[in-house]
């Protein structure tokens, strides 16, 4: 009965330190952090994922980002700043959000070499001829903190704010919506979109005041009042995560107190 009992012990001990489903014993050891990093050579694919009009294979692009080295992060500059371009708007925010990754270290602290290569790139594009090549470089600017470069576009957005084109009213608003406490001039401009027609522009509308509404008297309540009764799930659900994000930043701010 002792052996038998030894005999089992010592095979549980050998599952525990080496379990069936652990590398085998010829696997190389785990990479370690530093050598995990994508070079130039990543690049290609990186931005071929990100030009897909399918969001599921734009996401996992984004992130990859995250891994670039030093010299592969200038490199792929350029790419992204053309993607900004594209007449797609889910490309050109997907691209915005990657550039806004790139820009930062590993500490989520601002990288100033490549936050510099990024600014002397893409602010020229806020005067290009091309609509969706200026709200993209304003939506970029907008995730990196930087919408004092962007508020000269402040007018132009409130115009397209009213345009018979449901994107670019969406687009409109999503791109004021990466401006912050800029854009909080424009609540009453947005707020009609409340009532538009098309879902996606509701979404876009809740999405932008959930991000400038912080300092606005009255946007919690019209997110509120979204969440009660739009007919879209989605619509109230966005409205539902833009409530919760002015909820979140009005407690940060009271504990700050």
């Known amino acids: 009965m002792k052996s038998t009992f030894i005999l089992c012990f010592c095979s549980l001990l050998i599952l525990f330190v080496n379990p069936v489903n652990a590398a085998p014993s010829n696997a190389p050891a785990a990479v370690s952090e530093q050598s995990n990093w994508l070079n130039t050579e990543a690049i290609p694919q990186i931005l071929s994922q990100l030009r897909d009009t399918n969001l599921e294979t734009r996401k996992p692009a984004v992130y990859q ?68 090549t200026r709200y993209g470089a304003a939506i970029a600017l907008g995730y990196m903190g930087k ?11 409130i115009t397209q704010l009213k345009d018979t084109n449901p994107e670019v009213r969406s687009q409109a608003a999503d791109v004021l919506g990466t ?8 609540v009453p401009e947005l707020t009609p ?14 999405s932008a005041l959930g991000a400038i509404g912080v300092e606005v008297p009255g946007s919690t309540l019209l997110l509120e009042e979204v969440v009660r009764h739009d007919p879209d799930p989605a619509v109230r659900k966005a409205a539902q995560e833009a409530l919760d994000h ?10 700050g107190l």
């Open 65 to 132: 980002i995250d891994r670039l080295d030093d010299p592969a992060k200038i490199a792929i500059i350029p790419g992204l700043t053309d993607l900004l371009k594209d007449p797609n708007l889910g490309i050109r925010k997907s691209a915005a959000e990657a550039i806004y990754r790139l820009t930062m270290r590993e500490s989520w602290q601002p990288d100033s070499q490549v936050v510099a290569k990024v600014l002397q790139t893409i602010q020229p594009l806020l005067q290009d001829s091309d609509r969706n």
């Open 147 to 157: 919408a004092e470069l962007t508020s000269e576009l402040i007018p132009e957005l």
């Open 179 to 186: 401006m912050g406490d800029a854009a909080k001039s424009t």
């Open 193 to 206: 979109l409340l009532k538009d027609t098309v879902p996606s522009v509701r979404i876009s509308m809740v």
């Open 246 to 255: 002015l909820y979140y930043v009005d407690h940060q701010r009271i504990r």
